[in-house]
């Protein structure tokens, strides 16, 4: 029997990857995505996808297309903020925190859903001294950060008290094939083999780097499980400093203009290392990707898309 799944988000980086791994499988895939949203990435394999440009704000339309798609897995990956040079926040708020009550308003009243994943963010958390666990205080450091963690607590509510079938994965710094030019690590490579100069600030902030992969493994499996109502946390629990990964990409693209501004351009102390122990016991979920082994992937890709 075919499933009915609905991403939304579709042409964002993780929605991207998501959706070439899903149409390995026999489905029927629905997308949502935004009327200004670029498909490039999705141009090969449209015909395959049931496509439907919509604003998340408007639910009258909203609830005319979920009666009509009748979704059995929903991936909500729609959100509005996570590049630096997205600074709307009546955008970031109207997104993440209205178009995900609106979905989830939809869903209940003209949809009997299996399981919705709702995409969470590390930076809900905020930096920590030790690694971080999904029972820790949040403490965000952005508009993004508090309605990544308004929208969690919606995805809370919607199951604690109307028994839908969510899961939340909190996603650290992911990065790989068609990410948004602004990531760090596309970035690096892409200017490497671009023979441009470049600059790094907070060489020494210490983060937890996640093969896109790894994080598509997770996203389908929070989608089986049977638990709902949790989050999980979808890290490495390795870190390494933004020095670190720098000095990895020297190696692998044999480029070394590159300056570092030892300053840091914000305030807050501590890192964003996930702790996995979660993820692993009740999703059996863990990474396979080394960062070596990503980075390569990664510098693969854009060398040759």
């Known amino acids: 029997m075919l499933t009915n799944i609905l991403v939304t988000g579709a042409t ?11 149409l390995e499988s026999n489905h029927n895939i629905s997308i949502f995505v935004h009327e200004e949203s670029k498909m490039a990435h999705l141009k090969n394999i449209i015909s395959k996808l049931d496509v439907h440009k919509i604003d998340l704000i ?18 909500h990956l729609a959100a509005y903020g996570v590049n630096h040079d997205q600074t709307r926040n009546d955008k970031i708020i109207n997104t993440n925190i209205l178009g995900t009550l609106n979905l989830f308003n939809a869903l209940l009243e003209h949809a009997d859903v299996n399981k919705i994943v709702n995409m ?9 001294i030790k690694k971080i666990k999904e029972i820790d205080d949040n403490n965000p450091q952005s508009v993004y950060g508090f309605s990544k963690m308004a929208q969690t607590n919606i995805a809370k509510h919607f199951y604690e008290q109307k028994k839908m079938p969510i899961n939340t994965l909190s996603v650290f710094n992911a990065y790989g094939p068609f990410q948004n030019q602004s990531g760090l690590i596309p970035n690096i490579i ?19 780097f996640i093969f896109v992969k790894d994080v598509i493994e997770g996203l389908l499996i929070a989608s089986k499980v049977k638990k709902s109502g949790e989050i999980f946390n979808i890290g490495t629990s390795n870190e390494y400093t933004v020095k670190d ?7 692998i693209t044999k480029y070394e203009n590159i300056i570092f501004h030892e300053n840091n351009t914000h305030e807050y102390e501590g890192k964003m290392v996930a702790n996995i122990t979660k993820s692993k016991n009740i999703l059996k979920w863990k990474p396979k990707y080394t960062i070596d082994e990503g980075l390569k992937e990664t510098f693969e890709w854009l060398k040759n898309y």
């Open 12 to 22: 964002g980086f993780i929605g991207t990857n998501l959706i070439h791994r899903l």
């Open 58 to 75: 408007k639910p009258h339309i909203m609830n005319e297309k979920i009666k009509k798609i009748k979704p059995d897995v929903v991936y």
């Open 120 to 128: 969470g963010s590390c930076l809900e958390y905020g930096p920590k």
């Open 190 to 208: 892409s200017s490497a083999l671009n023979h441009k100069k470049i600059y790094i600030n907070n060489p020494n902030d210490i983060r937890d």
């Open 245 to 251: 990964i720098v000095k990895k990409i020297i190696k």
